[in-house]
């Protein structure tokens, strides 16, 4: 009852901290747009560029998949970092462990 409680609230405003304390990596702003470059069909290649800068700054060789896959990384973090300010428990440590590998610091 009580203690559980009790536990749930100290673990949520220790992981509300930490999403306060967070730091973001350098990652290119904007969305992030997939775009099938003049390839042939048995080696196709995608770029990725964002919405605020016309230019590729990254080329993917092979399946498109991976190439959208790569591009949903800005949607990915925004979501990551919401489960860490508004979750408490496993969740936000599999949150915080994902954005620890993206160059976040804490």
Known sequence: GGRKRELQSATRETTNQKAHNMNRPNIT???????????PDYA?????????NVNDFAIIKGDEANARAIASLPDLLAA???????GAGWECE?????????GYTF
């Open 44 to 52: 196709p290649q995608y770029g990725i560029y964002s919405s605020e």
């Open 94 to 102: 599999v949150a915080q462990s994902a954005l620890l590998q993206a």
């Open 29 to 39: 702003p904007g969305e992030w747009i997939v775009s099938r470059l003049a390839s």
């Open 80 to 86: 990551l970092e919401q489960i860490l300010q508004e």
